[in-house]
């Protein structure tokens, strides 16, 4: 072989030849932009979602492996050999592990078995908080299919119900719920709809406390509730059948996750399968982790993360966060002002609830109860809401299982 043809073809193997792709004669300006450098520039992207989860600590068992799956996926390779492609082994684990749907409903079975259903059968009201969160579910929806006139006027193609369905799941705050959901409505939009509930997770600190202090006053910030009574292990074990039971009667749908979550739920409350409590807890859980996280960052790549619709979804995405933070702490508000009013009418101490729990409503477990939690003790350091918020927080897993279940019945 001639030197200098073999040294040619050498150079025209590399990841730095081959980062710039050829110009597109169908496209131009940003599109024409993005087309040529999108892979450099994901991997960017996927650079600062892993100093985020090392660095910032911000939601890392699951930032760390997606971020690294999108650096494999932009490594400019053959369409034939690339890792996350239908034959590499990225593409093979996303196929039976997501495609399929099997990873999001492990995961639900390992989360049930870390629940602690007790301070919301303790306390069973606090389910309404819980499920007013779920507005944020269904105004991101809403605010979606609103966006039509702006995205044709951009030359864009407006949302469809079923992407619109799968974007607005993210207000749920629940990653494997808004694979599941999204797999199943708009599975071109995994890349992006996955980033964005999890991010905006990994972000429950910092997005939550200005909303909730925007809807609440100091003094009822400083509402001090009463401890939980004790729960039997009678009520512990009956409580998933339940929900399962009322799941397969009114919603069959959102059967999978709900049955999923109620049975590792039951192997953590029944006592008798602590071994398989134990696997679900930490073993299996784990592992899905990673195959989850770096096969969701498989869908990183250039090609399908740097479009318009991705900005939009991101945009739509802090809306669905912040109506759902939003609507619990102002049903927790309404339920206060019930309370005062039956009080009065029946001559009593109103037993009122301190509205920061409300925000506990998104299912970003236990991430939303601890901000409850520590903001409370920012304005009555004898406050602790921890236990209190677990409430409306455990009830919001369900909730976005059982808004899931809506949405594929509805949009699907």
């Not at 409903?105 to 069973?124: E, K, R, S, Y």
């Not at 969160?133 to 119900?161: E, H, K, R, Y």
């Not at 960052?297 to 399908?304: F, Y």
Request: glycine share 10%.
């Amino acid at each position: 072989m001639n030197i200098q043809e073999g040294l040619i073809a050498l150079w025209n193997t590399t990841g730095l030849m081959n980062f710039v792709l050829p110009a597109d004669p169908n496209l131009k300006g940003l599109e024409q932009i993005l087309h040529m450098h999108g892979q450099w520039i994901m991997i960017f992207v996927c650079l600062f979602l892993l100093w985020l989860g090392i660095k910032k600590q911000f939601e890392p068992l699951l930032l760390v492996p997606i971020a690294f799956g999108g650096l494999l996926s932009n490594i400019p390779m053959p369409p034939g050999e690339a890792i996350a492609g239908p034959a590499g082994f990225l593409g093979i684990i996303f196929e039976a592990g997501i495609h399929k749907g099997i990873f999001p409903l492990i995961i639900f079975m390992g989360v049930g078995a870390m629940t602690d259903f007790g301070p919301l059968i303790a306390n069973p009201k606090t389910a309404l908080l819980g499920g007013a969160a779920q507005f944020g579910i269904f105004g991101a929806l809403l605010l979606a299919l609103a966006l039509a006139p702006v995205m044709s006027a951009m030359g864009m193609d407006p949302f469809t119900i079923q992407q619109a369905g799968a974007i607005g799941i993210i207000g749920g705050a629940d990653g494997p719920t808004s694979i599941y959901v999204t797999n199943k409505l708009a599975p071109e939009l995994l890349g992006a709809i996955a980033v964005a509930a999890y991010s905006y997770m990994a972000l429950v600190p910092v997005i939550q406390p200005p909303i909730m202090k925007l809807f609440t006053n100091d003094e009822e910030r400083k509402i001090q509730m009463e401890q939980l009574r004790p729960v039997s292990k009678r009520e512990k074990i009956i409580f998933p059948l339940i929900v399962l039971l009322l799941c397969i009667i009114l919603l069959p749908s959102a059967c999978p996750l709900v049955g999923a979550f109620a049975f590792g739920n039951l192997c953590r409350e029944c006592g008798v399968v602590e071994r398989l409590s134990d696997t679900l807890q930490n073993a299996l859980i784990n592992i899905i982790t990673i195959f989850l996280g770096l096969t969701v960052g498989s869908k990183l790549s250039a090609d399908q993360f740097l479009t318009g619709q991705t900005l939009f979804i991101l945009f739509l995405g802090i809306c669905a966060f912040s109506l759902a933070t939003a609507g619990g702490v102002l049903m927790a508000k309404l339920m206060n002002a019930w309370e005062v009013m039956m009080a009065k009418i029946q001559k009593r101490e109103p037993k009122l609830i301190n509205p920061l729990i409300g925000s506990a409503g998104v299912s970003a477990v236990p991430m939303a109860a601890r901000v409850s939690n520590k903001v409370g003790l920012e304005y009555n350091n004898q406050n602790y809401l921890l236990m209190h918020a677990m409430g409306p927080n455990v009830s919001g897993v369900i909730g976005s299982a059982v808004a899931a279940g809506v949405l594929l019945a509805l949009c699907n």
